[in-house]
């Protein structure tokens, strides 16, 4: 069998320390099986953005050496990686359509991603889904793959762990070949040293509120930050000063997990027990069983009235 044709990209940009720290590592693996590895990254972080086009920005293209580990604006290597100013579902769709159009790809990864993609409140958030959901879209097969991590000691020991587990789960599903029409398998692996089973699980519902923090709080030196009742006073009062209101993205991580209430089966359930999981996901909204909700019937009658 000829090696698999493979498409990488990420929502956490090129190799970085602090924010992309996954990538490299999981491409070279790749490359020891022998497949064949094209890669088209965004330029920069690109989390939390879904399966989003900027339909007025132009998209700018640069190049990652990987030998030098350097970003520069024109390709010097055959194995630079691809960097475009887009979303991760636009350098899916114009690696695809422009700057690989004469590879017919086997697979498309988005990943891996830096931290888990589990839960709805993830799956439908994720860069790194939306990619691979805008793969499936091109009519290919797709896996968007994220490392779950529970602590901040991050070894290359790790990541080599983590990758060796990921190839192994990529390869079976590929060997398997069972795949369905606009299936992407979400695969959540563990960054741990040993070994992990593998757990085929559904998505956890659960819900979230406030995502975001008023600036003011921080600028302030407020030591009531994280009361409610501060805050609101607070904001309440650079308001009635003229002051320009400004908010910035500031979830807690630990309540949006919601460990202890996931179900058994489900992808932050296994993910808390450092199983990797295997959730098939399908690129489209599903629709509600229509007939389990009567009360739908009166639109129908509208324009009977």
């Known amino acids: 069998m000829p090696p698999y044709k493979v498409l990488i990209t990420n929502d956490d940009g090129p190799p970085s320390q602090d924010e992309s720290p996954f990538v490299f590592t999981f491409i070279e693996y790749l490359l020891s099986l022998g497949w064949e590895v094209s890669v088209c990254l965004p330029d920069t972080q690109k989390s939390w953005i879904s399966k989003s086009f900027m339909i007025k920005d132009h998209i700018n293209v640069k190049y990652y050496n990987k030998e030098h580990d350097r970003i520069q604006a024109h390709r010097s290597s055959s194995s630079d990686y691809v960097l475009l100013g887009g979303t991760p579902a636009t350098c899916v769709n114009i690696g695809l359509h422009h700057v690989f159009k004469d590879i017919d790809f086997d697979l498309v990864i988005a990943g891996p991603n830096f931290g888990r ?33 529970y602590d901040r000691d991050i070894t290359q020991s790790k990541i080599d762990n983590a990758c060796g587990m990921a190839v192994k789960v990529v390869k079976q599903l590929m060997d398997i070949d069972q795949w369905q029409d606009g299936v992407v398998y979400n695969i959540n692996v563990p960054l741990v040293d040993e070994e992990c089973s593998v757990k085929v699980t559904t998505v956890y519902q659960t819900a979230y509120g406030n995502l975001f923090k008023p600036v ?17 006073r607070s904001v309440r009062d650079q308001a009635e000063r003229g002051e320009v209101l400004e908010y910035r993205f500031a979830p807690d991580y630990k309540s949006l997990s919601d460990i202890k209430n996931a179900e058994v089966g489900t992808d932050t359930w296994a993910v808390h027990n450092k199983h990797i999981s295997v959730t098939p996901l399908i690129a489209t909204y599903a629709v509600r069983n229509i007939e389990q909700m009567p009360g739908l019937e009166a639109l129908t009658n509208m324009n009977k009235l």
């Open 117 to 149: 993609n589990s839960a709805n409140i993830y799956t439908l958030a994720s860069g790194t889904i939306g990619a691979a959901m805008e793969a499936t879209l091109c009519r290919k097969k797709a896996i968007a793959l994220s490392f779950a991590f």
């Open 216 to 232: 003011a709080m921080e600028t302030t030196g407020s030591q009531d930050a994280n009361d409610d009742e501060s805050i609101e």
